[in-house]
Structure formats: structure tokens, C-alpha cells
């Protein structure tokens, strides 16, 4: 039996990166604040990552989405002259273990189908309509726990408001009264995770605060690590386009929020830096092995 479904992960996952022009640009997938976008909502309406504000407008940042490609407006935020700028792509398929909904908030608790044909592991929610947090859930901090997108907060305070303590199942995920997640008519969307052999994986790991850092094994290499802290340490991002340090000469070094890491073929490392005593993590693939 093969290792993993997914022969060739770039299909449905790449990053990309790019200098701005100042003006209209095309970008073609090969081989200012974080934003995202994605075509359930339409390319032209976006949500900071950073913030808690709602949905906005840009009619000059990304202006039109295609199977290989993206094109850019001339904003600023996402094609400053000569600045330089990564974009994350995901495709939305149950096989590659991921899948966007969508719904009205009404306030109640209640359960919310999803596509994936199994449990997802991370749920990220923001209620697009109005001023709110960003919620994470994440399967190695149980279902009555959470954290903010937006925020270094740590997990937070046990609470039925968000997730009715309620683990995902292979068809629905649920949802508490709280406005992030469930404000009445508000329109709520939900990016939803789910691990993939040889893809992606999302886990937790425990730090040991020294030079020779922990060891995760992911079973490919990873070409996108998000971590946070389970105290109140920063998001950080890693990813195989942006220069990092690695034995293999293909990934020269990375470098981000002052801490350092190897991507290897199946495997990250934190190298220096001080680390949180736990950790979770979310990976995604899309180099050969």
C-alpha cells in the first residue's frame, strides 16, 4: 500500500513569493498585515490575521483566482514596489484534507457539517460580519479549550461558549453561543483542517528549552510549520520558500521571531532560541521524497 494518497502534493498545497511591482501583476504557481482570502467569500474581500476586525473590501489586491495562478491589483498591502511578499495556497478538497464552510450565526448551540469525510484536528473561525476574535481549536488541547488567531494569548480558560466541549466527528463540528463562532445573523466562515499520510499533520510537542532542540518527526518534509505556544509566545510561520537553514542545500536558513529551525526530509528542529514547554503545531507538504 503506498505511503500516502497524494503523489503530487504541489496540486494542493504551494507557497509562493514575490517582489511587487507597483502595478497589475499575474503569478503563476509552480512545480504590510497578513491577510486571507479565498473563493468561497470572493478575491476581493479579506480578513486580517492580526486583528479582530471584520471582513473588508480591496478591489485592488488580489483581483481574480484561477486553478494555477493568482492575480495581483496595485495595493500596496500586497504589491508595494519592490517589496517582497509570501502567499500560502491551499486547494479546498477532502483530498488534501481541507475544507471551507460557511454560515449564518443564530446564537444556539448547534453542529455544522464539513466535508472531510473524517475528524478534523483544527478549526480556525472568525465571524466575518463583525468586530470579534479569531478561534482556534486544536485537537491536542481537547475540545473546551482554545486560542486567538490575533493574539499570543495561551489556551484559554475552559469554555462551553465556543465548542460545547464537543469534539469534531467525520461529518459535523460544534459550535457554541459565543459571537465569534455563533453570532446571530452574522455571517461566520470556518477554515478546517484534517491530516493527510505523508501531507500534513497537526500534533503538539513538548520543548526541552535547549541548544539541541526537540525533534518532530512529520513523515515528509514539510514545506509550511506553524507553532504556537501553549503559554503566551507568538504564532510563528515557517516555510521552504523564504531562506532557511538546513543540512539539505536545497533550504538555505530561515529565520523568524529570532528562533531557528531545520526543515529536513521528514522532520523540523528548533536549533537556538528559547521555547515554550508546549507546543502545537500544524504542518503541510509539497516537496517530493
Request: charged content about 15%; proline content about 3%.
Amino acid at each position: 500500500m503506498a505511503y500516502t494518497t497524494i503523489d503530487n502534493p504541489e496540486l494542493y498545497f504551494q507557497v509562493k513569493t514575490w517582489t511587487g511591482t507597483g502595478s497589475s501583476n499575474a503569478l503563476t504557481l509552480d512545480g504590510s498585515e497578513g491577510v486571507v482570502v479565498d473563493t468561497v467569500r470572493g478575491v476581493t474581500k479579506v480578513i486580517e490575521t492580526s486583528t479582530t476586525d471584520a471582513e473588508a473590501t480591496w478591489t485592488n489586491g488580489i483581483t481574480a483566482i484561477s486553478t494555477d495562478s493568482f492575480a495581483l491589483g496595485d495595493s500596496g498591502a500586497n504589491n508595494d514596489n519592490t517589496e517582497t511578499f509570501v502567499a500560502w495556497c491551499w486547494k479546498e478538497t477532502a483530498t488534501a484534507g481541507f475544507d471551507i464552510t460557511t454560515w449564518t450565526g443564530n446564537a444556539t448551540n448547534r453542529t455544522i457539517s464539513h466535508n472531510l469525510s473524517v475528524a478534523p484536528r483544527v478549526l480556525i473561525i472568525k465571524n466575518t460580519s463583525t468586530t470579534n476574535n479569531w478561534f482556534v481549536y486544536h485537537e491536542s488541547m481537547g475540545n473546551n479549550s482554545y486560542m486567538h488567531l490575533e493574539t499570543t494569548n495561551g489556551g484559554l480558560s475552559p469554555s462551553t461558549n465556543q465548542f460545547q466541549a464537543t469534539s469534531p466527528t467525520s461529518s459535523v463540528f460544534s459550535i457554541g453561543t459565543a459571537d465569534g463562532v455563533n453570532k446571530n445573523t452574522s455571517t461566520i466562515i470556518c477554515y478546517t483542517f484534517a491530516p493527510v499520510q505523508g501531507f500534513s499533520k497537526f500534533d503538539s510537542y513538548t520543548g526541552n528549552g535547549e541548544t539541541d532542540g526537540t525533534f518532530v518527526y512529520t513523515g515528509f518534509r514539510p514545506a509550511w510549520v506553524m507553532i504556537k505556544g501553549t503559554n503566551t509566545n507568538g504564532w510563528l510561520v515557517i516555510d521552504n520558500k523564504r531562506t532557511a537553514y538546513n543540512s539539505d542545500s536545497k533550504f538555505p536558513k530561515i529565520f523568524f521571531c529570532c528562533i531557528k529551525y531545520i526543515i529536513s526530509k521528514r522532520s523540523f528542529k528548533k536549533l537556538t532560541g528559547s521555547i515554550p514547554s508546549s507546543m502545537i503545531c500544524l504542518s503541510c507538504s509539497n516537496d517530493f521524497f
